[in-house]
């Protein structure tokens, strides 16, 4: 179990560092705001939620590896950046960007309730955790967040596999059985927004 | 006392999501940026003096009412926004915005207060309070926030306003007359500001 | 020594103020903008590492007179600020910047390694202290961070200063002299970037 788990950390961390390293090529940016907005893409959200529940030590402090890993792809990743757009699948990226939007919002969701918040602030922080770094990219991209904007469901997805997770644990189920249970519901919804090109209204 | 204190807060809060709503709604923004928007605009700049005090719990985390609130009006509101700028004067939003940044102001100086902050640092804690909202709200918007180049007087309300609350406690008046007194300076600057287009030189 | 040091450190807060000042006023910017931005300019990076770290008070609210000085700075700044920028040598600006952010990053390394965290984490403390004034100055003033964008050697110059101070103190060198060793090269090392021009690859 805390295996699988770890496999969707790393491959959320990734799918999240590489939106904000694309982001930041296109913008001509060089080697450290790239390094910088694929570090903040990926860890943003967790860091806000951090600083709002005062908790520390940071993840990736504690897990230092995290910001080495993303030091070393940005160096390597920079002279082949035209190639790597078409390299890289941009389905694969978003399919793991949604196994890491349910890890992270779910989690996020989790910690709140440890720290004894408030069911709808418990959520609140699920969905910071998952979205934040997104929008914490595009405000330095110097763009209107995306999240914001596209009316495409991906908060949504967040949001709803935060109410799986914490209605879960209310009903006295396992741990690990309520997780997992909010991972899927929020990475479901996102593949099926993404194959059926579902929208908000609005 | 302390049932004028909560209705100012009502209204400041109220007033405060709407400006975010109304900026959110021009940017085009789905329902989930409407909501983030609202919400920062009128708790951004308590949640950042709290961080920056190191208090929690945050006021929204303590009181939940206010962040389901401003859900409930996000979705009521955004079919309706259309006709909601012409439906809800713009002259009632903007009193009942420099009531809150009056509130909002003299109760961030008064917890600096309470931490012990220097009386400059109380006064610069005041001045976030009230007008921080605002600027991350245009910073989402990707603008240039309003407070800092309309050259009305807005955070010079809220300076006036914060220096009378701490002058007159220092002068051992009560707390509440302190209160009273540093909202009425910041609400009647801003009121006749308003009324007769006052503007600082530069 | 220490005077050494203070020294060193008001010319790299007027510096940083400055920059943030010009910038503002280019955005034509009114009073509260132009305090606001030089303000953040000079003590964002030390005070989002703060944040991070959890360390209270914060630098500028423990020394509330860098605060007032820039207050009165920007007050009498104003009414000239159209020969202002021809009045101050914009040479004498970058290298009292290049050594602001030597001691910037350098002290921002030292608290993260007081804070027993481990070495990469403590160098990206230190840039942080160093770079990230400039990065919010420039996310309010609407643009992309400079610092992201240019391809000149800035943050790469905090980098090396960070790591010559961690090595040092890792082989017992003395507290000071590992200061000044790490201020010396990032200094060095920027003030060579300005002079020659250097840029980063890519």
Known sequence: MST????VEVAGVIAFACSGFIE????????????????????????????????????????????????????????????????????????????GLGLFSVTGASLAADAQMPMFVCVMM????????????????????????RGQLYATCSFAGCWTYLLME????SESAALLAGIAVCFSLRALALRFHWRLPG
Not at 126 to 149: M, W, Y
């Open 4 to 7: 699988v788990l770890q496999a």
């Open 24 to 99: 930041a090529r296109q913008k001509k940016m060089d080697a450290v705001g790239v390094f910088t907005v694929a570090f903040i893409t990926a860890f943003g959200g967790g860091t806000l939620r951090d600083l709002l529940l005062d908790r520390r030590p940071l993840f990736w402090v504690e897990h230092q590896q995290y910001p080495i890993l993303i030091f070393v792809m940005a160096l390597i990743a920079i002279p082949f950046s035209r190639h790597l757009q078409h390299a890289v699948a941009e389905k694969a990226i978003n399919y793991a960007d949604a196994l």
């Open 126 to 149: 699920g969905v910071i955790t998952g979205i934040f770094g997104g929008v914490l990219r595009d405000i330095i991209c110097n763009e209107i967040p995306l999240v914001f904007k």
């Open 170 to 173: 209310k009903m006295q189920a």
